[in-house]
């Protein structure tokens, strides 16, 4: 690759999209052009990159930007649904949007490299909407006859998190008191996005073709510890209760009566339960650098001068 080289990412505007925009700037890229459906993070996007190019567009309808794919040498396919209640909108965002992209990749003199952002999810033991529809928008990416590497990420979390971790922060910041399912002993896998994106740089400037990675944090961390550590690094005191998991569960479908878009849904706490345990490549033999260690990875990200402050809007 040539820092020149233009390079198209969708679900720009995203926690993944904002984390793999900045490494690509740091590393000289000049050429960077961002597909993103919300207002309100393409915004915050322009205002922290004017120098690149921002499209505002919905991926699942046709329409003028899919001119941006025109003279394109890698195309990060990122956009995602991860939350929400009805099949119809993880279908629309994960699978007819994906089908579009591949279409008009396709479609191209010279088709662009892809690196596509899958999930850890489609190993996972949960039967959701989510790992339904990642797992036939990956299906749909490798059968395209497209050059292709395939990533999947576990639990992503850094700068830019509307969901996730950055959520459980901004909530703990808001309450005296925070709650846990049941014991809290459910392990998780979490990555650093900022590793994330150097992994995935290392694959755009490689090009693995037909290479697929599971990728996963470094550290095995239980749930509660992980609120802990996002409690001592953001010097709170809250406490930490915990709830018994049907009651949890009770409170998520009655609250999800009430808001269209419920931060945390019974369906990711069946997630979060499922007792997943995913093996990930070697980061450091893999792609090159060492992994950041989970608690160094939180402290970086809630402690950062300008991207620590930055809040995007949940998406879904």
Known sequence: MNTSDKIVITGGAGLVGQNLIVRLKQRGFTRLVAIDKHPANTATLRRLH??????????AEPGAWENAFAGASTVVLNQAQIGGLSLAEFQRNNVTA??????????QPNPPFIV????????????????ATKTEQEKRVLASGLPCTVLRPTLMFGWFDPKHLGWLARFMERTPVFPIPGHGRYMRQPLYNRDFCRALVACM?????GAIYDLTGPDRVDYIDMIRAIRDAKDLRTLIVRIPYRLFDLLLRVYALFSARPPFT???LKALTAGDDFTGVDLQATFGFRPTPFRDAIRETFGHPVYSSVVLESTH
């Open 98 to 107: 994906s089908q579009r992209i591949l279409d008009v990749v396709r479609g």
């Open 116 to 131: 596509h952002v899958s999930s850890s999810v489609v190993n996972s033991r949960a039967v959701d909407f989510y790992t």
């Open 50 to 59: 004017p120098d690149i190019t921002v499209v505002e567009a919905d991926l």
């Open 205 to 209: 400037r490689t090009q693995p073709a």
């Open 266 to 268: 019974a369906s990711q």
